[in-house]
């Protein structure tokens, strides 16, 4: 889990610079902000979210990914309402949130934009959304799914399917289509290692490997 | 669980603390030391304008019962030459400048350094535990279990056994044992010289003025203090150390004079003689998951250019500006994030030091007896080295490091 962890900062400023950007929470904090994450995983962002103030709702398909979470929160002393949903099942229900995001997730999905529009319904009037994932092009081939898992092995084989890596105009339209307008995105590149910020992510230009977006309803 | 245990007593490991009090952290300080008013510690710290910023921020400024003794001008020169030629040559290659704006840097008594620190902190929400030693330590995921024996009994643990913290700060000296316990090596050269430490009381004014006399057996410095008062730091082989640690004040102060030359009038002894093994060291790395080390536990570097505790300062200077912006991120202190940044941030100047000031006590102590007596090649030598900038650079102070307390603001 070491390339999540160091993943996690970058993710995490951007996120919080959304939720500024678009008036959803200001100063820094997400004090009351109701907050979904999509896929969370073991918590690796949905805990920091939980000790900036936000009430904290984690879904995850993976029954393991669940318990592991709350196994995890329980022992940071964090409240965080973890549940083995998906996005697409928690949308039926009508609950509604101030900041929703899906990190590294949207690659895995199936229906791109039955996904947007369940983001988009869970999304409360003046929410964020933001979305981070990997672009489909010959270089993030290259390194996302040859390097990370065949030649460093840092993820395990089979964990990314290219054909499912997503452009970002591809994107844009899907969520436009469910009436949320992704009117900012930015790149993340590591680090090289032991260099300035050690292993760590930095944001760049370039859409062409990693990269994230975050809008509001059109 | 504390977000933060900085641990060791001395004038690292306060000033650390009091440091990371004002990064938004929880902060614990678990300290041998039952008794802060143990001692007389002859030495003296030399610190940069960066250094003097952030110990103004920090409030310890102010306390110092004994106003620092500013540095205005640093005086370069090669040992005592027996023949004229020698002497004019070294007339015509100054080592020496001044600034004329304000000083480059400042001297302090330990002593009022450690009084001040320990002043400060006791008005800072800093967890104090006294009269303890780590006995051992556990590292689990979300930080370190620390396991604390009682010294003499006569401890303050509040019965505590055992601390736990996200982060560890080890700020327990050049020979460090939690580094030694998280596995973080250290690189040790023989040990084959001595510092001898001291203060002389010179005849006349020192002006404000650095010395560093270069002498084949190794550097000879002196930094200013207050009135005509100067510290002396001279670098000597074991066994001349061991000699002139023997001997003496009359013999000491004939010593002091051969080496230093006339230039100040008669040097009387005015403290007490303390022998400073000096061993060389490197650290490949300075953090381990959950801890970080931070002053002489970090670096512990040649004390000729009097640069230790700038080390120090900026190491908890940067730590606290880390700290902060890992608490925004609603990361808890134990994120590796944080200890890579500090990794990283921490490694230029970490090398730039040692090299230079390894490089400057073997450059003029190293040569072959042949070389260093050819006065005129020796100055050439130093002519195309950039000793001067070195020593510059160093005065100046901050360079190398970017931190909010170093520009003499609070971190966050």
């Not at chain 1, 160091?6 to 678009?22: G, Q, T």
């Not at chain 2, 003296?44 to 306390?63: E, H």
Request: hydrophobic residues 45%; aromatic residues 6%.
């Amino acid at each position: 889990m070491a390339p999540l962890h160091a993943f996690a900062p970058v993710r995490i400023d951007y996120i919080l610079d959304s939720v500024r950007r678009l008036g959803t929470s200001a100063g820094g904090r997400l004090d009351g902000v109701r907050v979904l994450d999509i896929g969370c995983g073991g918590g690796i962002l949905a805990e920091p979210m939980a000790r900036l103030g936000g009430q904290v709702t984690g879904i995850d398909a993976t029954p393991e990914a669940i318990a592991a979470a709350n196994a995890h929160a329980d022992m940071s002393g964090l409240a965080i309402d973890y549940r083995c949903t998906t996005a697409e099942a928690l949308a039926g229900s009508g609950v509604q949130y101030d900041l929703v995001y899906a990190s590294e997730v949207i690659e895995h999905v199936t229906d791109r934009r039955l996904f947007a529009a369940s983001m988009a319904a869970m999304l409360a009037p003046g929410g964020t959304i933001v979305i981070t994932t990997i672009n489909r092009t010959l270089a993030s081939f290259a390194l996302a799914k040859v390097a990370l898992e065949y030649v460093l092995r840092t993820v395990p084989a089979g964990t990314h399917d290219p054909a499912r890596f997503v452009k970002p105009a591809e994107l844009r339209d899907e969520f436009a289509g469910a009436g949320i307008m992704l009117d900012d995105m930015t790149g993340f590149a590591p680090l090289p290692a032991r260099q300035i910020g050690g292993n760590g992510f930095i944001r760049v230009g370039s859409l062409a490997v990693n990269y994230a977006a975050s809008g509001t309803h059109a | 669980m504390h977000d933060v245990a900085v641990v060791g007593g001395g004038l690292t490991g306060v000033m650390m603390a009091t440091a990371l009090s004002h990064a938004e952290m929880d902060v614990a300080l678990v300290d041998r030391d039952n008794d802060p008013a143990t001692g007389v510690d002859e030495r003296t710290t030399t610190i940069n304008a960066a250094g003097a910023r952030m110990l103004t921020a920090l409030g310890v400024w102010d306390r110092l019962a004994t106003p620092p003794a500013p540095i205005r001008r640093v005086a370069i020169a090669e040992g005592i030459l027996p023949t004229g030629l020698a002497a004019r040559r070294r007339a015509q290659t100054d080592l020496s400048w001044q600034t004329n704006a304000s000083p480059m840097g400042f001297v302090i008594g330990n002593t009022a350094l450690q009084a001040a620190l320990r002043d400060i902190i006791e008005e800072r929400p800093v967890t104090r535990i006294h009269g303890v030693s780590v006995s051992g330590w556990q590292a689990g995921d979300d930080g370190i279990e620390l396991s604390l024996a009682d010294i003499n009994g006569t401890g303050d643990s509040s019965g505590a056994s055992s601390l736990r913290a996200a982060l560890v700060v080890a700020c327990d000296g050049a020979r460090s044992r939690l580094a030694e316990a998280a596995g973080l090596g250290l690189r040790e050269a023989r040990q084959t010289q001595t510092a001898i430490v001291t203060i002389l009381e010179a005849e006349r004014h020192h002006d404000d003025t650095a010395f560093q006399r270069f002498l084949p057996t190794g550097p000879f410095a002196l930094m200013p203090l207050d009135g005509t008062r100067l510290s002396l730091v001279w670098t000597l082989p074991n066994a001349e150390a061991d000699r002139l640690l023997a001997v003496d004040d009359a013999a000491f102060e004939a010593a002091c004079l051969e080496a230093f030359g006339p230039g100040l009038g008669y040097l009387r002894h005015a403290g007490r003689r303390l022998a400073w093994p000096l061993r060389p060291s490197w650290r490949r790395r300075i953090s381990a998951p959950g801890m970080v080390l931070a002053g002489d536990a970090a670096h512990a570097i040649h004390p000729l250019a009097g640069q230790g505790y700038n080390l120090a300062l900026a190491d908890a200077a940067v730590l606290a500006d880390l700290l902060v912006e890992t608490g925004r991120r609603g990361l808890p202190a134990s994120h590796m994030s944080l200890r890579r940044a500090y990794e990283a941030a921490r490694w230029r100047e970490r090398a730039a030091m040692t090299t230079a000031t390894s490089g400057l006590n073997s450059l003029f102590s190293n040569a072959p007896a042949g070389i260093r007596h050819l006065a005129g090649l020796g100055f050439a030598v130093l002519d195309r080295l950039p000793v001067k900038s070195v020593f510059s650079d160093i005065a100046a102070g901050g360079q190398l490091a970017e931190a909010a307390l170093l520009e003499g603001r609070l971190p966050g």
